[in-house]
């Protein structure tokens, strides 16, 4: 019996008694008044309003914690019956009478949960396997990875064990995933599959115990044949992580979702900004080669995160340092720091070689594509020389001598020289016009900034 039986259980008595007790004093207040309420009653009749408010309050009460535990009864009936249900099922797998698998949704499943997801809930999906320790949280894992703001996703288990797992019974499970940079938590409580959170899931994922528990009719359901990676060598994990991997993205792409491939190239970076506007220039994108295409898509999505924070970028810089008199920088975009961001990200996808050079050569074709539109334009020499001089006395203020590191006295001024100096002379004009026409989408990032 769970934890959740056992307190169903203990409630199953306690509203009843309440109810009684809650009756009796009320029903006793109106049919043998004391002396005193004697006394009130025949005051007049607010008094007697009030006792009478006080008996219909009791009998209401009385009707709620009746309520209470028939609703507490009906759970537990129903939690009572899933669990006979799962042991008759687990005896009849063991007799070898298991129903056959189910490894791909049904036409009409499909248009079930695709209709569950344009409506304004999100979609629970839930994943279940025997101990709920490994293939369950590895195919939530990629799951959520895939599009965790489209549905919620659990993992459970048909019979796990009791308290938090070790981290070494998971820990080729962990290496496998964090391979993949799909990580799972270590050390937690697996759930247990039970009645109430069955009937609300809108798609269930059994792994490895086909048929083991009832799924309430015109609910979608897979059976996938997976084997437990939990003790295995971590050449099989590799194997088995892969497998479902490909049985995620099977099931993303039946489902119909906008991304249904787990490639790091295709993943969005945890915590990576993005903008609104990354992909929907109204002009027409410069004809390029599809290996060239691809990473040019990636540069432009960088380069306009900076575009978008182009006001801000301006008015931390009119602010931190000295300018010629009547001198104030427009709005501004770093190239520089859209390059350190796209490096951080091949880096993440394990992108190098002849696609890596690719990628940062796209840069270049964004800024001169975007220059020829209109939306950038080169500094002045008066701006630039400005600008890297503010760079300095930025670098001053965030790094007074007094706070150099040790041992770095002679190499840090020029290390931060250089950090402050190279996106300076990298550094290109927005005019907010020009960017509104191309991008229309920036209009609401830079919402109330005078354009």
């Not at 070790?166 to 820990?171: A, C, N």
């Not at 119909?256 to 787990?262: A, F, I, K, N, V």
Request: hydrophobic share 50%; aromatic share 6%; glycine share 8%.
């Amino acid at each position: 019996m769970t934890e959740a039986q056992r307190a169903m259980l203990w409630c199953l008595p306690v509203f009843p008694l309440m109810a009684v007790v809650v009756a009796v004093i009320s029903t006793d207040a109106w049919l043998f008044p004391d002396g005193e309420q004697r006394a009130q009653l025949a005051a007049g009749w607010p008094v007697a309003g009030a006792l009478w408010f006080r008996v219909v309050l009791g009998y209401v009460g009385a009707l709620l914690c009746l309520g209470f535990s028939v609703a507490f009864g009906v759970l537990y009936a129903r939690e009572i019956r899933f669990v006979r249900a799962v042991r008759r099922r687990a005896a009849a797998a063991a007799r070898g009478a298991a129903a056959p698998g189910r490894p791909r949704l049904s036409a009409a499943h499909r248009a079930s949960f695709a209709a569950v997801l344009d409506g304004d809930r999100i979609p629970r999906v839930m994943v279940v396997s025997p101990r709920g320790i490994g293939r369950s949280v590895m195919a939530a894992a990629y799951l959520r990875v895939l599009d965790g703001a489209v549905f919620m996703v659990e993992a459970r288990g048909v019979s796990p064990q009791e308290g938090r797992v070790s981290p070494l019974v998971q820990r080729d499970v962990v290496v496998a995933m964090g391979m993949d940079k799909a990580p799972v938590e270590t050390e937690q409580v697996p759930a247990k599959v039970m009645a109430a959170p069955v009937r609300a899931a809108d798609l269930v994922v059994r792994i490895g115990c086909p048929d083991s528990f009832p799924v309430p009719r015109g609910t979608p359901v897979l059976d996938w044949d997976v084997p437990d990676p939990i003790g295995a060598d971590l050449l099989a994990v590799l194997t088995i992580r892969d497998d479902l991997k490909g049985r995620v993205e099977q099931l993303a792409a039946d489902l119909g979702l906008d991304r249904p491939s787990l490639a790091l190239r295709d993943r969005t970076i945890p915590r990576q900004r993005a903008s609104v506007a990354a992909g929907r220039a109204t002009i027409a994108y410069p004809a390029l080669a599809d290996d060239v295409a691809e990473w040019f898509a990636t540069a432009e999505a960088r380069l306009l995160v900076e575009i978008a924070d182009a006001p801000l970028t301006a008015a931390t810089v009119n602010g931190r340092g000295r300018f010629a008199p009547g001198l104030t920088m427009p709005w501004l975009a770093s190239v520089g720091a859209a390059e350190t961001a796209l490096q951080a990200e091949l880096r993440w996808r394990a992108v190098t070689g002849a696609d890596q050079a690719r990628a940062e050569e796209s840069l270049a074709l964004v800024v001169e594509w975007l220059e020829g539109a209109g939306v950038l334009r080169p500094l002045s020499s008066e701006q630039r020389d400005a600008l890297c001089a503010s760079g300095t006395a930025q670098r001053d203020h965030d790094h007074p001598f007094d706070q150099w590191p040790r041992g770095l006295a002679g190499e840090y001024p020029a290390m931060a020289e250089m950090r402050f100096s190279e996106e300076d002379r990298r550094t290109w004009e927005v005019v907010p016009a020009a960017a509104l026409r191309v991008y229309p989408g920036l209009a609401t990032e830079w919402a109330g900034e005078v354009v």
